[in-house]
């Protein structure tokens, strides 16, 4: 290809309706996504000066075809859970003539399977892309690139956040360290990072929130870390009185959330620290309040501890503790729904992200369970309020389906009772913690105001309307925190709401089915001469089924439009297996005058 002087990045769409979206949030705060893409604005500081780059996030802004025609290649990076939009980007480039080079964890764990890429570059692409790139500008580009080895990131560049549209976003992101020391069967991260960690230095980091800084951001950054703790002791020592120091000298305009293991409740002062620096939320992966299945998963730092215990301890340092469930362990046993909501409930955790157990491609728990014979898909990626697993469960499927709508339906009920009542146990056991609190600005003002207009008029408005006051009078000096909560509350409530009014439609989609196969049974098959209970009794179903159709539609019209295209394709579903059912009955329906939809060749069988 020519050299390559203007370079386009795409992040494809994350589907909207998913936990980690925040989507139903974002509106309060007007902003269009959670956080930018760290990976490609990482890679992006790579590229030679001499590259033009542009930033598409089709999160915050479509992809056109002018943005494609004007790049001489286009480079996407996705997760699993962006695996429809990313195989959008691919058929456009390919339909315009553009190469695609592709990176990212999909890509990296899937590439076998993807077609329509020109080049791959895998794994962690600091030390690799520019080999690729070199190869490129001779014309001599392989189809595989894969870093040969984890690289240092102890000088990684500062990524290029000038290549976002800061406002879009509702938190910025950075990175300290990659790799986690914990071998968990379900998880890729140890698999794709390593189990040991790699550090930025701090000073890295700090040159960071000052280009931050420099573009005017002011608020919520992630530190983006699956692990923020794996090297406890240079957490303590090196980076976190770094971050002091800058915070102090720039008066605390960040604050920050990150992602850790559970035994940060065992060291007092690193708590402190992250507590003195600016942190004030964690998620932490508790799982299951089951030591056999943490056990069986190899979840063994969390069978160290008491984990509601933990939890309480964490936020007595004015941590917010954000937590991962799963169900559907081979040890879950049918007790296990009523103890995760009795766990989540006890120690006030307010966004608990719950999901069925999956087997992502990479890790031992696929390996294991691929040879057993009991991978049934491919994995969706989207691993809270989905409602199916990826392998055959020991527990019956639908009874696990149950349990976990069961949890879903309780812990963000219809009035959110339940998640108000968490929200308030977790702001009472907020320790002395200036720093939890945030300052109140404009952005704060109108999230307040379109709280205060939106949220008191909803179905759980009058719970809402409750907590408010409760903690105005009660945790006052935490108010912003109380209506954040809030506004996150709705996000969940419309997901959950939403995913349950889906299900519901399933549900009645195949009772009517089954009702109906059941009836069609009575009556015999390729009749001519039909009685006139026959012809009424074919006719009467025939009818029953078309009006149950124009009753689901209807009901589908009232699902969030995110959700409904998955009640969409049910609905279209039953009618096919519908016209399946009444075919070999279609001369009774024409004898009785009835208009069907069959081909003329089938109405003659």
Not at 24 to 46: D, E, H, R
Request: proline share 5%.
């Amino acid at each position: 290809m020519p050299e390559l002087r203007n370079a386009l990045l795409v992040y494809p769409e994350i589907p909207r309706n998913t936990f980690w979206s925040f989507e139903y949030a974002l509106k309060f705060v007007g902003k269009k996504s959670s956080m930018p893409p760290l990976g490609l604005i990482t890679i992006a500081a790579i590229f030679p000066q001499s590259c033009n780059l542009k930033l598409v996030d089709m999160n915050i802004e479509a992809l056109t075809e002018a943005h494609l025609l004007s790049a001489d290649a286009v480079f996407v990076s996705a997760m699993i859970v962006q695996k429809e939009s990313f195989n959008e980007v691919v058929r456009m480039c390919n339909r315009l003539g553009k190469p695609v080079i592709a990176g990212g964890p999909y890509p990296t764990h899937c590439h076998g399977e993807i077609t329509g890429v020109s080049h791959f570059v895998l794994g962690e692409a600091e030390e690799i892309l520019p080999v690729f790139l070199d190869d490129l500008r001779k014309g001599t580009a392989r189809a595989v690139y894969q870093a040969p080895e984890r690289p240092d990131i102890s000088q990684a560049p500062i990524p290029r956040f000038d290549l976002l549209d800061m406002n879009a976003y509702g938190s910025m992101a950075i990175q300290f360290s990659r790799g986690c020391p914990f071998k968990c069967e379900f998880c890729d991260i140890w698999v794709l990072y390593g189990n040991k960690p790699r550090l930025k230095a701090p000073q890295r980091v700090i040159a960071e929130f000052a280009r931050l800084a420099e573009l005017g951001w002011q608020g919520s950054v992630f530190v983006v870390d699956d692990n923020f703790i794996g090297n406890k002791r240079r957490v303590k020592q090196d980076l976190l009185p770094a971050i002091i120091a800058w915070q102090q000298d720039h008066g605390y305009v960040f604050r920050f959330f990150t992602e850790a293991s559970i035994n940060l409740a065992e060291d007092e002062k690193l708590m402190a620290l992250m507590r003195d620096s600016g942190f004030n939320g964690v998620f932490v992966g508790i799982e299951s309040p089951s030591p056999e299945s943490l056990q069986e998963t190899g979840k063994n730092q969390n069978l160290q501890v008491n984990l509601g215990q933990a939890v309480r301890k964490i936020q007595r340092y004015g941590l917010e503790v954000m937590a991962g469930f799963i169900v559907g362990f081979d040890s879950d046993s049918e007790d296990i729904f009523d103890r995760q909501i009795r766990f989540i409930d006890q120690a006030g955790i307010p966004q608990a992200m719950v999901g069925l157990l999956t087997a992502l491609p990479g890790t031992l728990l696929h390996q294991r369970l691929a040879a057993e014979g009991r991978i049934l898909g491919d994995a969706s990626g989207n691993n809270t309020h989905h409602l199916e697993t990826n392998f055959q469960t020991k527990m019956p499927a639908e009874q696990l389906r149950k349990g976990y709508q069961k949890i879903l339906d309780t812990l963000y009920d219809a009035a959110l009772k339940n998640y108000f009542q968490r929200c308030n146990r977790l702001l009472d056991n907020i320790g002395e913690a200036p720093l939890f609190r945030r300052s109140v600005r404009g952005a704060e003002i109108v999230m307040l105001l379109k709280s205060l207009f939106l949220q008191p008029l909803s179905p759980y408005g009058f719970q809402y309307v409750k907590y408010l006051i409760r903690n105005l009078m009660k945790n006052r000096r935490f108010f912003t925190e109380v209506v954040r909560l809030g506004i996150i509350g709705h996000h969940f409530h419309t997901m959950t709401r939403e995913l349950l009014k889906v299900e519901q439609i399933s549900r009645v989609l195949e009772m009517t089915y089954r009702n109906l196969s059941d009836q069609l049974r009575t009556y015999p098959l390729h009749v001519y001469d039909a009685s006139r209970t026959t012809l009424a009794g074919v006719t009467d179903l025939w009818r029953q089924s078309q009006t149950a159709l124009k009753d689901l539609s209807i009901r589908i019209n009232d699902i969030h439009e995110d959700f409904r295209g998955e009640a969409i394709r049910m609905h279209a579903e039953f009618a096919r297996r519908v016209l399946d059912l009444f075919q070999p009955l279609t001369p009774i329906l024409i004898q009785s005058g009835v208009p069907v939809p069959f081909t003329e060749s089938a109405a003659k069988q």
